[in-house]
């Protein structure tokens, strides 16, 4: 039976605004936090209490859909085409061990392995991205009730000079990958003269979903990333679509990106967004592992 998008959109805000209020009343400290693969790689008990409230709740509420969530993740999860639930109880968790107020519940749905219900919210600034597919997407947050996205008509983009743009550094601190960044970061900031892109500026939120809301939003022009996870992405993948943007890879030529690829690049709504997506494909300096 087809599943009700629009209750599915209406639970999850009841649960990231219970979630909000975990995390905001949470006082991170080094002796509740941990670290995964490094020590750039930090997980908090806050990130494991709000995990379990949000498949609990889910759960509860939907016992035949899946559940993918950051904190519960195992090799062997792989996303099918039943409707799965993809969760990052805290995106962001480094700027919340570190009092950095921008970070967020992250909660989506796919059906058929796209993502097609997302809500993102930060309860600090008290910002909430929602979208359902089909029916665009909104924000709302202190000086905007349920606004639709893009905030403002989109201007055309003409090249790359022209951007403001989004990356993130990630956890992975050596090897090809991380020198592929390195190289491709220097390429986007460098003068005309010496190869570069010479974009107006680099951005890193330090949350892969409030970075691509950024994009949907129109506040940000492009977003790249590789490394991140399908629960870091999911459920702005849906705001970003909805709000007129597109989400791809982040090599040449990968116009279809999987959600749980790892690699991608969210490019804002507006005429010339093609391309500013091959101009970007350009400056990538190597190729991701
Ligand atoms: C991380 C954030 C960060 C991105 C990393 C993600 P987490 O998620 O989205 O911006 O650079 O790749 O893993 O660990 O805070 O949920």
């Known amino acids: 039976s087809a599943v009700d998008l629009q209750e599915v959109h209406d639970f999850l805000i009841t649960i990231a605004h219970k979630a909000g209020d975990m995390i905001t009343t949470a006082k991170p400290t080094a002796a509740g936090s941990g670290m995964k693969k490094n020590s750039a790689d930090l997980v908090t008990e806050t990130d494991q209490a709000v995990e379990k409230m949000v498949s609990t709740s889910l759960k509860e509420q939907y016992p035949d859909f899946q559940f993918m969530g950051e904190e519960t993740y195992k090799p ?149 990333e590789s490394g991140c996870w399908a629960w870091d992405v999911c459920a702005a993948w849906v705001v970003l679509e909805e709000a007129g943007g597109r989400m791809v890879g982040c090599h040449e030529g990968d116009w279809e990106p999987r959600v749980d690829q790892r690699r991608y690049m969210a490019v804002r709504a507006g005429e010339g967004q093609k391309g500013i997506v091959e101009e970007f494909w350009g400056c990538v300096q190597g190729r991701l592992e």
């Not at 349920?146 to 905030?151: D, G």
């Not at 743009?165 to 990958?177: L, P």
Request: proline residues 6%; hydrophobic residues 35%.
């Open 76 to 224: 062997s999860d792989t996303l099918t085409d039943a409707p799965t639930f993809i969760v990052d109880p805290i995106d962001g968790t480094t700027n919340f061990f570190h009092a950095y107020p921008y970070l967020c519940v992250s909660l989506g749905l796919t059906v058929k392995q796209k993502p097609v219900v997302g809500v993102i919210y930060n309860p600090f600034t008290k910002t909430l991205y929602t979208a359902i597919k089909g029916q665009g997407a909104y924000l709302t947050d202190p000086w905007h009730e349920r606004v639709r996205l893009p905030l403002k008509e989109p201007e055309p983009m003409q090249d790359l000079s022209h951007c403001l743009v989004a990356v993130e550094w990630g956890s992975d601190r050596d090897g090809n990958d991380y020198q592929v960044k390195v190289e491709t970061f220097r390429r986007l900031c460098a003068s005309k003269e010496t190869g570069g892109a010479m974009v107006h500026g680099i951005r890193s939120l330090g949350s892969a979903e409030l970075n691509t809301c950024a994009v949907a939003a129109g506040m940000l022009d492009v977003y790249w």
